[in-house]
């Protein structure tokens, strides 16, 4: 893909739009035409969100998705091919990318970890998650490497690396636009967390360079990795849905993957169950530090994390207009919010991750 990100349309308002539509359906049916494949029944859109469309296009060999992007998402193709040239193994690859517009398609890849269970409680699976985290973690170390970093943000994969997150949030705390946004309720909260943050730069900054000090290596980093993304089946777990990654530290994908197991379950962040999991997740690096080293950045990122789901939803929004974002204007602001909150709470003076003064 090589469009222009500013060029590229986006809203529901696209998506549903029938010439749109029209188009988008003639290229999925050219291309499955290519491949041996037909349509055999009227296309369903079943996922219509702001920032995105899928299509699910039944076929004489199973069912098929069509997926559109607008900007923020853009670079999820060219970053698939940059995934599949490694053979990475728990990555759901597409069977073509459009060579301009950010269109994919993909063959079905079975159910998602949330639909396991007939009440949609497949994240309450820890056993699962044990699993999935361990393999996630080995994908992760498999694209460390200068030459693959390089790879995926040619590839236009947005880069995260800690280096960039003081700036970043120094530039969306000056930034209007986005506090504007907080619903009224919301709005004294955000208040007072701009100008916190206003005032905790620098220690963000000596936080970011800890982390990337450290010695874990930067890679790809989902950073929408929970249990709707995940697919599982006889073919082995695969990992879907990469419009949110980024070049980052790797840890950073627990700010998402915890949160949202820590809501579909219930549990607290400060559940066991956590300290079990980020055990097995951080096993891929044991090589390079010891344990309860890779807890405490594991910990470290997690809360740096805020400032990079910020900036992945400040893309998904990017292009639309206020009345397009479908109750989601609040969400670069309110990660900034959970930030502030989160920030201040593990830098006490015997803690190993509170930055120097």
């Known amino acids: 893909m090589s469009a222009d990100r500013a060029a590229v349309p986006t809203g529901a308002r696209t998506w549903l739009d029938p010439d749109w539509r029209a188009g988008a359906l ?6 499955l035409a290519a491949r041996g494949l037909t349509r055999v029944g009227p296309a369903e859109q079943p996922h219509v969100r702001p920032w995105s469309t899928a299509i699910r296009l039944p076929t004489d060999l199973g069912p098929a998705w069509f997926k559109a992007s607008g900007p923020g998402p853009a670079h999820e193709g060219l970053l698939l091919r940059v995934l599949a040239e ?12 459009h060579p301009q517009l950010p269109w994919l398609l993909f063959m079905d ?11 949609g409680t497949g994240d309450h699976e820890i056993a699962a998650w044990e699993r999935i985290l361990a393999e996630y973690a080995g994908l992760q170390r498999s694209v460390e490497a200068p030459e693959a970093i390089a790879a995926m943000l040619a590839a236009g994969t947005p880069d995260g690396r800690p280096a960039r997150l003081a700036p970043e949030l120094e530039r969306l705390v000056a930034d209007d636009v986005i506090w504007g946004r907080l619903l009224p309720a919301e709005r004294e909260a955000g208040l007072a967390a701009r100008e916190r943050l206003a005032h905790v730069v620098p220690e963000v900054r000596a936080a970011a360079d800890r982390l990337a000090a450290a010695g874990v290596a930067s890679s790809i980093q989902h950073d929408d990795l929970h249990g709707g993304n995940i697919l599982v089946g006889p073919d082995g777990d695969r990992i879907f849905d990469w419009g949110d990654a980024v070049v980052a530290h790797p840890f950073g994908t627990l700010t998402t ?15 066991p169950i956590f300290g079990r999991l980020l055990d097995v997740y951080t096993e891929a690096w044991t090589d390079i530090l010891q344990r309860d080293e890779l807890v405490e950045l594991a910990r470290l990122a997690s809360i740096l994390g805020c400032i990079g789901k910020a900036l992945a939803w400040e893309r998904s929004l990017g292009g639309l207009e ?28 015997d803690d190993p991750t509170r930055p120097p003064s």
């Open 26 to 31: 003639a290229w999925a049916d050219r291309e």
């Open 257 to 271: 993957t915890f949160n949202s197991i820590a809501h579909h379950t219930g549990r607290s962040l400060d559940d």
């Open 322 to 349: 206020p009345d397009e974002m479908d109750g989601h204007g609040d969400a670069v602001a309110g990660w900034l919010l959970e930030f502030a909150d989160r920030f201040s709470t593990p830098f006490l003076p």
């Open 86 to 97: 490694r053979g990475l193994p728990c990555v759901l690859l597409p069977m073509t990318v």
């Open 109 to 119: 890849g079975g159910p998602t970890m949330r639909a396991t269970r007939p009440d």
